[in-house]
């Protein structure tokens, strides 16, 4: 909740897309300005909880994480991200997010329909190919 903190760990033309959103947010003022609006719109008592983190690649990182209230798991809130790093230009030594990106578990499971929906989109995008440019 320390965004004075996390606003240098955010490059100046960060894109961060949280999927929940119809467009990315482009720009550390804007990326660090949503964060202030999130923790601004929730409970202090919510909390992210690592589930589980990638150590691979030292230039990117997947997180799995769910949000926890008072200690108990949150409905709908499980979620992964992930970040591409680089070095800041004026700070070689110091790595900044170039890149996020935050997929939230949704509230609404459609399941098989899921997968009905997916076949009919890709009829008729096979059938009318032109219709993909406007996606």
Do not use: N
């Not at 990315?24 to 601004?40: K, T, W």
């Not at 070689?92 to 929906?117: F, H, M, S, W």
Request: proline share 10%; net charge negative; charged share 25%.
């Amino acid at each position: 909740r320390d965004l004075a903190a996390v606003a240098p760990l955010i490059a100046e033309g960060c894109v961060y897309e949280d999927l929940v959103f119809p467009r990315p947010m482009v720009g550390r003022d804007r990326v660090v300005g949503f964060f202030g609006e999130f923790m601004g719109s929730v409970s202090p008592d919510l909390r992210f909880v690592i589930d589980d983190i990638s150590g691979e690649d030292p230039s990117a990182v997947g997180v799995t994480w769910h949000l926890e209230w008072k200690g108990r798991p949150f409905p709908f809130s499980r979620g992964c991200s992930f970040y591409r790093c680089e070095p800041d230009p004026q700070r070689p030594q110091q790595i900044q997010i170039v890149y996020g990106r935050d997929c939230v578990e949704p509230a609404t499971k459609p399941g098989e329909l899921a997968l009905v929906v997916i076949r009919g989109v890709t009829w008729i995008l096979e059938r009318f190919p032109s219709l993909a440019d406007r996606l």
